[in-house]
């Protein structure tokens, strides 16, 4: 169980999106790779994720039809920062 928890964080360290900047982030100054590490644990984080999931459900609620309203949950789970 240790090896298999040291491989994901040093995956989540070491991938390549860790050391990826937008215009965004270079603007704002926050470009180090901590910074990185500590959005894309946000991102695995349980709570956050089913905060996440409760809003992207609320909006697809509100979707004239089902299809539509898949559509909207699934890009809105898909993007990070949508929440």
Do not use: H
Request: aromatic letters at 10%; hydrophobic letters at 35%; charged letters at 25%.
């Amino acid at each position: 169980m240790k090896k298999l928890l040291g491989i994901i964080v040093l995956g989540l360290l070491l991938g390549g999106n860790a050391y990826s900047a937008t215009v965004e982030d270079i603007m704002n100054g926050d470009t180090s790779i901590w910074y990185k590490v500590g959005n894309t644990i946000d991102d695995i984080n349980p709570l956050n994720y089913f905060k996440k999931r409760k809003k992207c459900q609320a909006r697809a609620d509100r979707a004239d039809t089902v299809a539509i309203g898949k559509r909207w949950y699934k890009d809105c789970m898909k993007n990070p920062g949508n929440y």
